[in-house]
């Protein structure tokens, strides 16, 4: 019974920065990578950030070097730091453990003057 609970998401301007969380619950967090994915509307799921278990991180070209992901073991939460937010980047964003296939409820991020 894994639970992963989001936060962070809301409305900002373009330019703008963003911090995501997840905490995750009735799992062995250090053991499994962890991944940040987003849908918008009309558009197909996209992986934007895994983090493994050994830290090797990996971003989709549209959201490199504005975002980035970690993760805090002892919390058992992984995080998505999102700068320079672009129109582009609205979406809802989930929260995903890997090898387990477990998700988040999801989170919306909207970018908007």
């Known amino acids: 019974q894994v639970q992963l609970v989001e936060s962070g998401g809301g409305l900002v301007q373009p330019g703008g920065s963003l911090r995501l969380s997840c905490a995750a619950s009735?799992?062995?967090?250090?053991?499994?990578?962890m991944g940040w994915y987003r849908q918008a509307p009309g558009k197909q799921r996209e992986m934007v950030a895994i983090?493994?278990?050994?830290?090797?991180?990996r971003y989709a070209d549209s959201v490199k070097g504005r975002f980035t992901i970690s993760r805090d073991n002892a919390k058992s939460t992984v995080y998505l730091q999102m700068n320079d937010l672009k129109p582009e980047d609205t979406a809802v964003y989930y929260c995903?453990?890997?090898?387990?296939?477990?998700w988040g409820q999801g989170t919306q991020v909207t970018v908007s003057s």
């Open positions: 009735g799992t062995i967090f250090s053991i499994y990578g």
């Open positions: 983090i493994t278990s050994n830290t090797i991180t």
């Open positions: 995903n453990q890997l090898e387990t296939a477990n």
